[in-house]
Protein backbone atom coordinates (compact mmCIF):
# COMPACT_ATOMS: atom_id res chain seq x y z
CA UNK A 1 0.00 0.00 0.00
CA UNK A 2 1.44 3.12 -1.32
CA UNK A 3 1.80 6.28 1.60
CA UNK A 4 2.46 9.44 -0.57
CA UNK A 5 2.59 12.04 2.31
CA UNK A 6 5.76 13.10 3.60
CA UNK A 7 6.36 13.61 6.94
CA UNK A 8 9.41 14.32 8.73
CA UNK A 9 9.18 11.04 11.42
CA UNK A 10 10.83 7.77 11.01
CA UNK A 11 8.12 5.21 9.86
CA UNK A 12 6.93 2.27 10.87
CA UNK A 13 7.67 -0.07 8.71
CA UNK A 14 11.64 0.87 9.06
CA UNK A 15 11.05 0.48 12.72
CA UNK A 16 9.72 -2.56 12.02
CA UNK A 17 12.83 -4.00 9.74
CA UNK A 18 15.12 -2.48 12.24
CA UNK A 19 13.50 -4.27 14.89
CA UNK A 20 14.77 -7.97 12.75
CA UNK A 21 18.50 -6.69 13.11
CA UNK A 22 18.52 -6.35 17.08
CA UNK A 23 21.27 -7.96 19.21
CA UNK A 24 18.86 -11.82 20.52
CA UNK A 25 18.79 -11.20 24.30
CA UNK A 26 15.89 -12.22 26.72
CA UNK A 27 14.79 -9.01 26.75
CA UNK A 28 14.41 -8.82 23.08
CA UNK A 29 13.09 -11.95 23.16
CA UNK A 30 10.40 -11.09 25.30
CA UNK A 31 6.91 -10.25 24.38
CA UNK A 32 6.55 -7.16 26.03
CA UNK A 33 9.13 -5.55 23.48
CA UNK A 34 7.59 -6.99 20.31
CA UNK A 35 6.12 -3.60 18.82
CA UNK A 36 2.39 -3.03 19.24
CA UNK A 37 1.63 -3.26 16.05
CA UNK A 38 3.35 -5.81 15.08
CA UNK A 39 2.60 -8.34 17.97
CA UNK A 40 0.04 -10.38 16.18
CA UNK A 41 -0.52 -12.03 19.28
CA UNK A 42 -1.35 -8.48 20.73
CA UNK A 43 -3.44 -7.40 18.32
CA UNK A 44 -5.68 -10.88 18.71
CA UNK A 45 -6.58 -10.27 22.22
CA UNK A 46 -10.21 -9.46 22.93
CA UNK A 47 -9.30 -5.96 24.38
CA UNK A 48 -8.02 -5.42 20.41
CA UNK A 49 -11.41 -6.22 19.05
CA UNK A 50 -12.17 -2.70 18.00
CA UNK A 51 -9.19 -1.88 16.71
CA UNK A 52 -9.33 -5.33 14.50
CA UNK A 53 -12.35 -3.98 13.51
CA UNK A 54 -11.13 -0.91 12.30
CA UNK A 55 -8.25 -1.85 10.58
CA UNK A 56 -10.63 -4.72 8.60
CA UNK A 57 -12.66 -1.77 7.54
CA UNK A 58 -10.20 0.46 6.41
CA UNK A 59 -7.70 -2.23 4.27
CA UNK A 60 -10.06 -3.05 1.51
CA UNK A 61 -11.06 0.59 1.65
CA UNK A 62 -7.83 2.05 1.19
CA UNK A 63 -7.07 -0.17 -1.26
CA UNK A 64 -9.82 0.28 -3.34
CA UNK A 65 -9.42 3.80 -3.26
CA UNK A 66 -5.85 4.06 -4.43
CA UNK A 67 -7.51 1.76 -7.27
CA UNK A 68 -9.83 4.36 -8.01
CA UNK A 69 -13.04 2.35 -7.99
CA UNK A 70 -16.13 4.54 -7.01
CA UNK A 71 -19.11 2.14 -7.56
CA UNK A 72 -19.75 -1.37 -8.08
CA UNK A 73 -22.44 -4.07 -8.41
CA UNK A 74 -22.82 -6.77 -6.55
CA UNK A 75 -23.55 -10.42 -6.54
CA UNK A 76 -24.69 -12.28 -3.91
CA UNK A 77 -25.54 -16.24 -4.50
CA UNK A 78 -24.90 -19.73 -4.15
CA UNK A 79 -21.78 -20.86 -3.46
CA UNK A 80 -22.98 -24.73 -3.90
CA UNK A 81 -24.68 -23.74 -7.95
CA UNK A 82 -22.97 -25.82 -10.48
CA UNK A 83 -21.73 -24.73 -13.53
CA UNK A 84 -23.81 -26.46 -15.85
CA UNK A 85 -21.03 -28.67 -17.47
CA UNK A 86 -20.12 -29.94 -14.11
CA UNK A 87 -23.35 -31.87 -12.68
CA UNK A 88 -21.57 -35.19 -11.94
CA UNK A 89 -22.04 -35.45 -8.27
CA UNK A 90 -25.07 -36.34 -6.03
CA UNK A 91 -24.96 -32.84 -4.20
CA UNK A 92 -24.96 -30.94 -7.99
CA UNK A 93 -27.26 -33.43 -9.48
CA UNK A 94 -30.17 -31.58 -6.73
CA UNK A 95 -28.57 -28.10 -7.92
CA UNK A 96 -28.98 -29.15 -11.47
CA UNK A 97 -32.31 -26.85 -12.13
CA UNK A 98 -30.45 -23.84 -10.25
CA UNK A 99 -27.23 -24.12 -12.72
CA UNK A 100 -28.91 -21.95 -15.37
CA UNK A 101 -27.53 -19.13 -12.94
CA UNK A 102 -24.51 -19.69 -13.25
CA UNK A 103 -24.36 -18.91 -17.14
CA UNK A 104 -26.84 -15.61 -16.19
CA UNK A 105 -23.91 -14.62 -13.12
CA UNK A 106 -21.38 -14.89 -15.80
CA UNK A 107 -22.98 -13.78 -18.94
CA UNK A 108 -24.12 -10.15 -16.41
CA UNK A 109 -21.02 -9.86 -15.06
CA UNK A 110 -19.33 -9.69 -18.51
CA UNK A 111 -21.54 -7.04 -19.73
CA UNK A 112 -21.62 -4.92 -17.06
CA UNK A 113 -17.39 -5.49 -17.15
CA UNK A 114 -17.71 -4.35 -20.60
CA UNK A 115 -19.74 -1.09 -19.15
CA UNK A 116 -17.06 -1.02 -16.02
CA UNK A 117 -13.95 -0.73 -18.71
CA UNK A 118 -15.25 2.38 -20.53
CA UNK A 119 -14.81 4.47 -17.43
CA UNK A 120 -11.11 2.35 -17.15
CA UNK A 121 -12.68 0.11 -14.16
CA UNK A 122 -13.64 3.17 -11.57
CA UNK A 123 -17.10 2.16 -11.94
CA UNK A 124 -19.67 -0.65 -11.73
CA UNK A 125 -16.63 -2.78 -11.31
CA UNK A 126 -18.51 -7.04 -10.23
CA UNK A 127 -18.02 -7.53 -6.60
CA UNK A 128 -18.76 -10.90 -4.87
CA UNK A 129 -18.23 -13.16 -1.95
CA UNK A 130 -15.14 -14.50 -3.80
CA UNK A 131 -16.28 -17.97 -2.94
CA UNK A 132 -17.41 -20.81 -5.83
CA UNK A 133 -20.92 -20.90 -7.50
CA UNK A 134 -22.75 -17.82 -8.42
CA UNK A 135 -19.76 -16.21 -6.98
CA UNK A 136 -17.17 -17.48 -9.11
CA UNK A 137 -19.75 -17.07 -12.22
CA UNK A 138 -19.36 -13.54 -11.45
CA UNK A 139 -15.93 -12.88 -10.68
CA UNK A 140 -15.47 -15.44 -14.13
CA UNK A 141 -17.54 -13.00 -16.23
CA UNK A 142 -15.50 -10.55 -15.50
CA UNK A 143 -12.25 -12.19 -16.51
CA UNK A 144 -14.45 -13.26 -19.85
CA UNK A 145 -14.41 -9.32 -20.54
CA UNK A 146 -11.02 -8.68 -19.74
CA UNK A 147 -11.71 -6.43 -16.36
CA UNK A 148 -11.28 -6.93 -13.14
CA UNK A 149 -13.39 -7.75 -10.42
CA UNK A 150 -13.63 -7.73 -6.47
CA UNK A 151 -13.78 -10.76 -3.80
CA UNK A 152 -14.90 -10.41 -0.19
CA UNK A 153 -13.61 -13.84 1.08
CA UNK A 154 -14.71 -14.73 4.11
CA UNK A 155 -12.69 -17.25 6.82
CA UNK A 156 -14.79 -20.95 7.35
CA UNK A 157 -14.24 -23.38 9.70
CA UNK A 158 -13.30 -25.59 6.90
CA UNK A 159 -10.44 -25.28 4.22
CA UNK A 160 -11.34 -23.02 0.98
CA UNK A 161 -9.90 -20.31 -1.07
CA UNK A 162 -11.19 -17.39 -3.38
CA UNK A 163 -11.93 -18.70 -6.75
CA UNK A 164 -9.19 -18.38 -9.47
CA UNK A 165 -10.86 -15.74 -11.25
CA UNK A 166 -11.03 -12.85 -8.73
CA UNK A 167 -8.39 -10.21 -9.25
CA UNK A 168 -5.63 -11.16 -7.11
CA UNK A 169 -5.23 -7.44 -5.70
CA UNK A 170 -8.94 -7.04 -5.29
CA UNK A 171 -9.02 -10.29 -3.36
CA UNK A 172 -9.79 -9.79 0.11
CA UNK A 173 -10.21 -11.98 2.86
CA UNK A 174 -12.74 -11.22 6.31
CA UNK A 175 -13.01 -12.22 9.81
CA UNK A 176 -16.07 -10.19 10.61
CA UNK A 177 -19.19 -10.70 8.57
CA UNK A 178 -20.54 -7.63 9.74
CA UNK A 179 -17.59 -5.62 7.96
CA UNK A 180 -17.65 -7.64 5.10
CA UNK A 181 -21.28 -6.77 4.50
CA UNK A 182 -20.40 -2.89 5.07
CA UNK A 183 -18.17 -3.21 2.01
CA UNK A 184 -20.47 -4.92 -0.07
CA UNK A 185 -22.72 -2.10 -0.16
CA UNK A 186 -21.06 1.10 0.39
CA UNK A 187 -19.94 1.59 -3.17
CA UNK A 188 -23.43 -0.29 -4.85
CA UNK A 189 -24.77 0.82 -7.20
CA UNK A 190 -26.74 -2.34 -7.83
CA UNK A 191 -27.57 -5.74 -5.95
CA UNK A 192 -28.35 -8.86 -7.56
CA UNK A 193 -29.21 -11.87 -6.02
CA UNK A 194 -29.32 -15.22 -7.43
CA UNK A 195 -30.87 -18.07 -5.57
CA UNK A 196 -28.56 -19.38 -2.53
CA UNK A 197 -28.96 -20.54 1.03
CA UNK A 198 -28.83 -18.84 4.60
CA UNK A 199 -25.65 -16.86 3.56
CA UNK A 200 -27.28 -15.23 0.32
CA UNK A 201 -30.67 -14.46 2.63
CA UNK A 202 -28.79 -12.76 5.18
CA UNK A 203 -26.56 -10.70 2.91
CA UNK A 204 -30.63 -9.86 0.95
CA UNK A 205 -32.26 -8.79 3.72
CA UNK A 206 -29.70 -6.85 5.39
CA UNK A 207 -29.39 -4.35 1.95
CA UNK A 208 -33.46 -4.43 2.44
CA UNK A 209 -33.76 -3.49 5.61
CA UNK A 210 -30.94 -0.60 4.62
CA UNK A 211 -32.78 0.35 2.48
CA UNK A 212 -36.57 0.05 3.67
CA UNK A 213 -35.13 2.44 7.25
CA UNK A 214 -33.65 4.30 5.07
CA UNK A 215 -30.09 3.85 6.17
CA UNK A 216 -28.83 3.22 2.64
CA UNK A 217 -29.66 5.03 -0.66
CA UNK A 218 -32.00 3.14 -2.72
CA UNK A 219 -30.25 1.21 -5.88
CA UNK A 220 -31.98 -1.57 -7.70
CA UNK A 221 -32.40 -4.89 -6.38
CA UNK A 222 -32.75 -7.93 -8.45
CA UNK A 223 -33.55 -11.34 -7.54
CA UNK A 224 -32.97 -13.41 -10.28
CA UNK A 225 -35.83 -16.51 -10.76
CA UNK A 226 -39.27 -15.64 -9.08
CA UNK A 227 -40.45 -19.25 -8.63
CA UNK A 228 -37.19 -19.91 -6.61
CA UNK A 229 -37.88 -16.58 -4.39
CA UNK A 230 -41.25 -16.91 -4.39
CA UNK A 231 -41.35 -21.12 -3.56
CA UNK A 232 -38.68 -19.90 -0.35
CA UNK A 233 -40.44 -16.49 1.17
CA UNK A 234 -44.07 -15.86 1.07
CA UNK A 235 -44.01 -12.03 0.40
CA UNK A 236 -47.22 -11.22 -0.04
CA UNK A 237 -47.80 -12.49 3.87
CA UNK A 238 -45.56 -10.46 5.61
CA UNK A 239 -47.54 -7.40 3.87
CA UNK A 240 -50.61 -8.80 4.76
CA UNK A 241 -49.56 -9.41 8.35
CA UNK A 242 -48.77 -5.98 8.80
CA UNK A 243 -44.92 -6.53 9.92
CA UNK A 244 -43.89 -4.85 6.61
CA UNK A 245 -45.89 -2.16 4.45
CA UNK A 246 -46.82 -2.71 0.83
CA UNK A 247 -44.47 -0.19 -0.76
CA UNK A 248 -42.03 -2.33 0.50
CA UNK A 249 -42.71 -5.16 -1.67
CA UNK A 250 -41.47 -2.40 -4.45
CA UNK A 251 -37.77 -1.90 -2.76
CA UNK A 252 -36.94 -5.64 -4.76
CA UNK A 253 -38.14 -6.75 -8.56
CA UNK A 254 -37.66 -10.11 -10.08
CA UNK A 255 -35.34 -10.64 -13.23
CA UNK A 256 -35.21 -13.68 -15.15
CA UNK A 257 -32.21 -13.17 -17.53
CA UNK A 258 -29.16 -11.05 -17.77
CA UNK A 259 -30.52 -9.05 -20.52
CA UNK A 260 -32.89 -8.33 -17.76
CA UNK A 261 -31.07 -7.39 -14.78
CA UNK A 262 -28.87 -4.78 -17.35
CA UNK A 263 -32.36 -3.46 -18.90
CA UNK A 264 -33.26 -2.88 -15.10
CA UNK A 265 -30.18 -1.18 -14.51
CA UNK A 266 -29.80 0.93 -17.05
CA UNK A 267 -33.40 2.14 -16.86
CA UNK A 268 -32.75 2.54 -13.43
CA UNK A 269 -34.38 6.41 -12.33
CA UNK A 270 -33.97 5.76 -8.54
CA UNK A 271 -37.34 5.47 -7.68
CA UNK A 272 -37.78 2.21 -7.77
CA UNK A 273 -40.35 -0.15 -10.29
CA UNK A 274 -43.17 -2.43 -9.35
CA UNK A 275 -41.88 -5.80 -8.76
CA UNK A 276 -41.80 -7.83 -11.27
CA UNK A 277 -42.09 -5.66 -13.96
CA UNK A 278 -40.10 -5.12 -16.88
CA UNK A 279 -39.54 -1.34 -18.64
CA UNK A 280 -41.10 -1.02 -21.35
CA UNK A 281 -42.97 -4.15 -21.44
Same mark, same amino acid.
Given at each position: ?????????? +? @? !????????? #????? $????????????????????????????????????????????????????????????????????????????????????????????????????????????????????? +? @? !????????? #????? $??????????????????????????????????????????????????????????????????????????????????????????????????????????????????????????
Amino acid at each position: MKDDKKSPFR +D @A !GTDRQATEQ #VPDTP $QTRAPAYKLAFADEDFLCRDELRSVRLQLELLKPELIMDERGIESTIVLFGGARIPEPANKSSARTKTLAGLSKYYDQARKFARVMTEKSMKSYGKEDVIVTGGGPGVMEAGNRGAM +D @A !GGASIGLNI #VLPHE $QAPNEYVTPDLCFNFHYFAIRKIHFLMRAKAICVFPGGFGTLDETFEALTLIQTGRMQRVPVLLFGRQFWENIINWNALSEAGTISAEDLDLFRFVETAEEAIDAIDNWDGAGERRGEIPGR
